[in-house]
T-cell receptor, first 119, second 114 residues
């Protein structure tokens, strides 16, 4: 079973609209971390936001926020007021405390969502 | 503070040759990770080094190897290059203090095998 599932291969959004990128995860650990990365066409992976499993508040970083629903095992990324420069691939990732294989040290990535912001 | 750096930016090789890719982590980071991203695919974990030792490797043949130096920089070597090795190779570093520490990525090296 996939540990990280991103169900939206691609999305088209109008500039200035809010965007929600879906991410669901699968773990039996109580302690884990969730990460979102942005990859523009240049290739570099840019860290956006982190959410710990015990964090009571949803993480926010500028225009990025993470809608964390622990019971549903979802960690959706919300981008407010989208900009043309937000066009990129977005990857959700998870690191579990118990390393059960499949990633470097328990960090596994989803397959990504290709977001295109239209003017 | 300088981020993760990688060199070269681009590398063109022919089948059968060897490629060497280099990575310098963020100052103070002891863990270095290597990933392969072939065109249109997600990240495939290659290797993880911490404190100079290889901690884990992904599902890649032994011709993918590397090392970590005392200053925590790292080198990825790919021997007997094949066409399917053409990809973006990303290096990431992590502080290593707690398991939730973030991996920060470099700009990548684009390897083309002709």
């Amino acid at each position: 079973a996939q540990k990280i599932t991103q169900t939206q291969p691609g999305m088209f959004v109008q500039e200035k609209e809010a965007v929600t990128l879906d991410c669901t995860y699968d773990t039996s650990d109580q302690s884990y971390g969730l990460f979102w990365y942005k990859q523009p066409s240049s290739g570099e992976m840019i860290f956006l936001i982190y959410q710990g499993s015990y964090d009571e508040q949803n993480a926010t970083e500028g225009r990025y926020s993470l809608n964390f629903q622990k019971a549903r095992k979802s960690a959706n990324l919300v981008i407010s007021a989208s900009q043309l420069g937000d066009s990129a691939m977005y990857f959700c990732a998870m690191r579990e405390r118990t390393y059960s294989g499949g990633g470097a040290d328990g960090l596994t990535f989803g397959k990504g969502t290709h977001l295109i912001i239209q003017p | 503070e300088a981020g993760v750096t990688q060199s070269p930016t681009h590398l063109i090789k022919t089948r059968g040759q060897q490629a060497t890719l280099r990575c310098s982590p963020i100052s103070g980071h002891t863990s270095v990770y290597w990933y392969q991203q072939a065109l249109g695919l997600g990240l495939q974990f290659l290797l993880w080094y911490d404190e100079g030792e290889e901690r884990n490797r992904g599902n890649f043949p032994p011709r993918f190897s590397g090392r970590q130096f005392p200053n925590y920089s790292s080198e990825l070597n790919v021997n007997a290059l094949e066409l399917e090795d053409s990809a973006l190779y990303l290096c990431a570093s992590r502080l290593g203090g707690t398991f939730t520490d973030t991996q920060y990525f470099g700009p990548g090296t684009r390897l083309t095998v002709l």
